[in-house]
């Protein structure tokens, strides 16, 4: 048995809005889009891609009525999602005006330079370049 992959489902309160900032702030792309049945201007789910890298937007109620057990929880999470990029100093640059930082640009205890911002909706993401051996 192989891993083939992960991609982050992303509770979230309007799909719309949350692509707008992940295609604006980070250069994701659509992939593809569930409208709702009962409204279809508005997305129950999205896909995105840039790269190498995916992640799924799901509206909070199609999210719950996905996973029951997540009725009640907050949009955002107790976790940071960590994004691997070859040239941080660029892209810090391009985004600083357009989130909201968490921690500026630092060199962690394992040698990497990253930078902590947080989405429209709560989570948490560090952008980090490895360090050159």
């Known amino acids: 048995m192989a891993f083939t992959g992960l991609v982050p489902n992303l509770m979230v309160e309007n799909v719309r809005e949350s692509i707008v900032f992940y295609s604006h702030v980070l250069g994701f792309a659509v ?7 009962d409204d279809p201007s508005v997305l129950n789910w999205a896909m995105l891609d840039r790269d190498d890298v995916n992640i799924m937007l799901q509206a909070r109620a199609s999210f719950n009525e996905d996973v029951p057990g997540t009725t009640g929880m907050p949009v955002g999470a107790s976790l940071t999602f960590y994004l691997s990029v070859t040239d941080l100093d660029a892209l810090v640059e391009e985004i600083r005006p357009r989130v909201t930082v968490v921690q500026d640009v630092h060199q962690a205890w394992y040698g990497a330079m990253e930078f902590y911002f947080r989405d429209p909706n709560g989570y948490i993401w560090c952008v980090a370049q490895p360090q050159s051996t």
């Open 31 to 37: 992939v593809s889009d569930v409208p709702n049945a």
